[in-house]
């Protein structure tokens, strides 16, 4: 699965982020959560009791399920889908 | 944000608590509106003026127009403020986006704070690549992207259709759109389609172009499996009849890296029981849903409720409860004259009345007769999983009730089912469903989990006072 831009959407300006130490262009106002999927990265972390070997991506968008939690400039556990993306983000996804 | 006192507290800055902050603040309240949310307008005005398409919205323009205008001198709005509880005398503890706490100390509170999916779990629904249908809607709305160029849309209620068509019309393909129910399965009465016929238009037309483009329009069809290694390869879905039960050799598999799957919605009802307010499950009206009388009030004397935490009913229903209830708050703080806005309100109440009816026809899409349900639940195999965080089965909850654990506070404790970091944000209704199921109670006679402070995951500095 990897996603796109959709044609007639007004977009920001464009930002310059690192997603597991790869540069990755994106534009303000698109969530990191969106980003992640333009660029294929489904896979965002193992589940959490790690029961199973599955990884586990977003589900519900809407900050409820907590699925998306990445890793942002150095902190644990943000939301991609409740944080838009920013000029020199660092994110580092755990999905293996 | 510091602690701050205000007239009005609105929780939730969708359509409802938009349009009551709009009415009250015009009439001299000061208000606060606490929303979660990067932006607000709730999920149906999602990427505001920025998203593309959806202009023939009348809704979604006199909800933007709405928010742009609010009474800037009176109306304050605090974006990613969450409401992690309320204390009497109207204490609310609100966590900021920035990991800052503070309190809001108020002398009435809205609570707007909306609905979210409802799911029926299927074996594989825990892989990357399957997602909620309101996550596609967001994606799209919000950052203008589709997460992949070719979707499956299956699960049950027309929104299925809404959603197929949004993908659509952003450029994505969509194979087939698999639902369990069928758009007229349950043919809507004649009075109500006669009263809302250009909804009823409206969906009829969505199919239409959904078929024109190719998809595939499947009815009385349920996802049996989710199928993938790292992420979604491909989806199984399975023929079901009236009653639905599995019809024998109806396996088709489809190939799909990406699947939006959605079961209707449920009601955000967390912070109205933490509260105290009463509610009610209805199944008409989407589940458990907040009391209220035709003012909007709630149980609690000074508690109001608006959208769709009082019926599952969309956009147009929230604007109209909105309104209600603001006007309501205004009588109620005396800041309105018994005989003001008497024509609108009597108006207003009317619409309302329309809107529900069309609520309790797009519920019943989804919600299912009981031993429909129930059938449906027991024929899901044991390594189906309900609780995502926790990662509980369907199989250890057979074998808690097998024990003799029958409600959902012994569930949480005998399997810890609902007690991880989402605090059971997606599984709550299905564990409820699947106890119903099982012990053959009916959903209204299963008791909700009890909820505590702090209602929403919160980072332990936030709590302890710093930044995190």
């Known amino acids: 699965m990897s996603g796109m831009r959709i044609k007639n959407h007004h977009r920001g300006k464009r930002v310059m982020l690192t997603v597991n130490g790869r540069p990755v262009a994106a534009y303000s106002g698109e969530t990191l959560f969106a980003v992640l999927c333009t660029e294929g990265i489904v896979a965002l972390r193992p589940a959490s009791k790690k029961l199973t070997e599955a990884a586990r991506g977003g589900f519900c968008g809407m900050g409820s399920a907590q699925e998306c939690r990445v890793t942002i400039d150095g902190m644990p556990d943000r939301r991609a889908c409740m944080t838009e993306v920013r000029e020199g983000m660092e994110v580092v996804t755990d999905g293996r | 944000m510091d602690d701050r006192t205000v007239d009005v507290a609105i929780v939730g800055g969708g359509l409802a608590g938009a349009a009551a902050a709009d009415v009250l603040g015009r009439h001299g309240a000061s208000v606060l509106v606490l929303d979660d949310n990067l932006h607000p307008g709730g999920q149906y005005l999602r990427g505001g003026r920025q998203s593309g398409g959806s202009w023939s919205d009348r809704v979604r323009r006199r909800g933007l127009r709405l928010i742009e205008h609010l009474p800037q001198s009176s109306v304050e709005i605090a974006s990613r403020a969450e409401v992690l509880g309320i204390e009497a005398g109207f204490k609310l503890m609100v966590a900021r986006g920035n990991g800052e706490l503070s309190t809001v100390t108020c002398k009435r509170i809205l609570l707007a704070t909306g609905a979210r999916e409802r799911f029926i779990p299927f074996k594989g629904w825990t892989l990357p690549g399957v997602m909620a249908t309101g996550a596609f809607q967001i994606l799209i709305k919000q950052s203008g992207i589709l997460p992949a160029k070719e979707t499956l849309v299956a699960g049950a209620g027309l929104f299925l259709t809404a959603v197929a068509r949004d993908i659509q019309k952003s450029g994505g393909r969509v194979p087939a759109v698999l639902s369990e129910s069928s758009f007229f399965q349950q043919v809507p009465p004649p009075s109500l389609l006669a009263r809302q016929f250009a909804k009823f238009a409206q969906g009829g037309g969505m199919l239409g172009r959904l078929r024109l483009a190719g998809t595939a329009v499947r009815n009385g069809t349920r996802i049996l499996e ?82 769709e935490i009082t019926a599952i009913g969309g956009a147009a229903k929230s604007l109209t409860e909105g309104r209600l209830a603001g006007v309501g708050i205004l009588r109620r703080m005396g800041l309105l004259a018994p005989d003001e806005l008497k024509a609108e309100i009597s108006a207003l109440k009317e619409m309302r009345q329309r809107q529900m009816a069309f609520a309790r026809y797009f519920n019943s899409q989804y919600m299912f007769p009981p031993e429909y349900l129930a059938g449906w639940i027991r024929s899901l195999p044991d390594d189906v999983s309900v609780c995502r965080c926790e990662e509980v089965s369907l199989g250890a909850i057979r074998r808690a009730v097998a024990e003799g654990y029958d409600t959902p506070a012994a569930i949480k404790k005998a399997t810890r089912c609902g007690m991880g970091i989402c605090q059971g944000s997606t599984c709550k209704t299905i564990l409820l469903e699947v106890l119903s199921a099982l012990t053959g109670k009916p959903l209204s006679h299963i008791p909700l989990p009890s909820v505590r402070m702090p209602i929403k995951p919160t980072y332990l500095g936030t709590l302890a006072g710093g930044v995190p």
């Not at chain 2, 989710?226 to 599995?246: H, I, N, Q």
């Not at chain 2, 489809?254 to 799957?261: E, F, I, K, M």
């Not at chain 2, 509260?275 to 989407?286: D, E, N, P, V």
């Open chain 2, 226 to 307: 989710a199928r993938g290694d790292d992420s979604l390869r491909e989806v199984v879905a399975v023929r079901v009849d009236k009653k639905g039960k599995v019809i024998p050799d109806s396996e088709t598999v489809y190939s799909a890296g990406s699947l939006a799957a959605g079961f209707g919605f449920t009601a955000n009802v967390e912070l109205a029981q933490l509260a105290g307010c009463g509610l009610a499950f209805t199944s008409q009206l989407g589940g458990w849903v907040v009391k209220v009388n035709e003012d909007l009030e709630t149980s609690v004397d000074g508690i109001h409720a608006a959208g």
